[in-house]
């Protein structure tokens, strides 16, 4: 979206595309939360970056369907962080667990 306009044919295919990330996304949330069930001391933060990302992807496609595309890139930008911050943890709790066997 960062390179688009509101006015542009495919405006609304990109959207779509968008939700559909959202919806591959509870796939991923899914399993989070029941690892997090399994190691309470991931809990928190998988839980707090979990729901950072729900609520930038929510309010992106909120933005980007009122055709306030600048916020809109915005919020999907927070979303992108809050994943990476996300896997950045769990890459580093794997790498804790593979050292300490």
Same mark, same amino acid.
């Given at each position: 979206?960062?390179?688009?306009?509101?006015?542009?044919?495919?405006?609304?295919?990109?959207?779509?595309?968008?939700?559909?990330?959202?919806?591959?996304?509870?796939?991923?949330?899914?399993?989070?939360?029941?690892?997090?069930?399994?190691?309470?001391?991931?809990?928190?933060?998988?839980?707090?970056?979990?729901?950072?990302? &729900? &609520?930038?992807?929510?309010?992106?496609?909120?933005?980007?369907?009122?055709?306030?595309? &600048?916020?809109?890139?915005?919020?999907?930008?927070?979303?992108?962080?809050?994943?990476?911050?996300?896997?950045?943890?769990?890459?580093?709790?794997?790498?804790?667990?593979?050292?300490?066997?």
């Amino acid at each position: 979206f960062n390179g688009i306009q509101a006015d542009h044919n495919k405006y609304a295919t990109y959207l779509k595309k968008q939700h559909n990330l959202r919806e591959h996304f509870e796939h991923i949330d899914d399993s989070l939360f029941a690892l997090s069930l399994r190691q309470p001391k991931l809990s928190e933060q998988v839980n707090n970056e979990i729901t950072e990302v &729900y &609520y930038n992807i929510d309010k992106a496609l909120s933005l980007l369907a009122e055709n306030q595309v &600048y916020q809109g890139v915005s919020n999907q930008q927070f979303a992108v962080t809050a994943a990476n911050n996300l896997a950045d943890f769990l890459s580093d709790v794997l790498d804790n667990m593979q050292e300490s066997m």
